[in-house]
């Protein structure tokens, strides 16, 4: 799929794993909207680069459907990623004190991490299937799930089920868009040092880095950007989930 001349959304964009997206897709002549909530970072992105900056809460309709729009009425909808992130509760399934996980915190973080990349998968395949076809394709989605949806550690339930239920469509989500010419694929990340954790990355990169097989440190953004680009360039990635981790597996905590 050739990514110059199409436009693509990246939800989350202006985010660690989003900012690198953005800047290759735009480097490789992509039409590019810059969908998430950090209206600072977007509109500073869209005055450097010359993209789009739109506000947008993954989790609501009309937010994904404005960005998308965006997107389609600068170039032919083609590419669709989505590396938002929000807040994630954590705890153990009991507690020391013997009380149960909250339900309030579960139900917050599926809603972000699971019904948020549904509904931006849904709306950009939606939107897709409107454009011409190109050689019987339209387009590709990138959903990101986690390692973690693997190998989720002590406290990280909720979060775990969400990327677990990211990596669980993503096939289906591939059999289901067939028929349109679109395009499923999910990223699956292992330890990424991104600049949202500012100084805290120097103590993540030390506790983290010497626990990766090869290369022993964290993951960097313009890696998950460049599989994103990879994918879009490859037509018969479909369907698959990709771990991106340096052979990095979650020991229980």
Same mark, same amino acid.
Not at 64 to 84: F, I, M, Y
Not at 90 to 93: P, S
Not at 250 to 253: A, E, N, T, Y
């Given at each position: ?18 900012? =690198? ?6 480097? =490789?002549?992509? /039409? ?5 909530? +950090?209206?600072? /970072? ?15 809460d993954?989790?609501e ?28 509760s954590?705890?153990?399934?009991v ?22 990349v549904?509904?931006? !998968?849904?709306? +950009?395949?939606?939107? !897709? ?15 990101? +799930?986690?390692?973690?949806?693997y ?17 669980? !469509? ?28 500012? /100084?805290?990355?120097? /103590? ?13 440190? !964290? ?6 950007? +460049? ?22 597996r979650?020991?229980?905590?």
């Open positions: 799929m050739q990514i110059s001349g199409s436009s693509a959304v990246v939800v989350g964009g202006a985010g660690g794993l989003g900012e =690198a997206t953005v800047r290759r897709l735009h480097a =490789a002549g992509a /039409k590019v909207v810059v969908a998430d909530l +950090a209206d600072e /970072k977007g509109k500073a992105l869209e005055a450097e680069l010359g993209v789009r900056y739109v506000r947008t993954a989790t309709e009309a937010d994904v459907e404005a960005a998308l729009a965006a997107a389609a009425d600068a170039a032919p909808l083609r590419v669709s990623v989505d590396c938002h992130g929000g807040p994630a954590g705890g153990r399934l507690g020391k004190d013997g009380s149960p996980l909250d339900l309030a915190g579960f139900r917050t973080t599926i809603d972000v991490y699971l019904t948020g549904f509904n931006v !998968m849904r709306l +950009a395949a939606a939107a !897709m299937g409107r454009q011409e076809p190109v050689d019987g394709s339209r387009g590709v989605i990138v959903s990101t +799930a986690s390692i973690a949806a190998e989720g550690q002590i406290g990280q339930l909720p979060y775990a089920a969400a990327k677990g239920g990211v990596v669980g !469509m993503t096939l289906v989500a591939a059999r289901d868009l067939s028929p349109l010419g679109i395009r499923v694929v999910t990223i699956a990340p292992g330890t990424f040092n991104t600049p949202a954790y500012g /100084k805290a990355g120097d /103590k993540l990169e030390a506790y983290w880095g010497p626990q990766v097989p090869h290369p022993r440190r !964290m993951g960097q953004s313009p890696e998950y950007a +460049a599989l994103v680009e990879h994918i879009c360039e490859n037509d018969y990635l479909n369907g698959e989930v990709i771990r991106l981790d340096g052979a990095l979650f020991p229980p905590k």
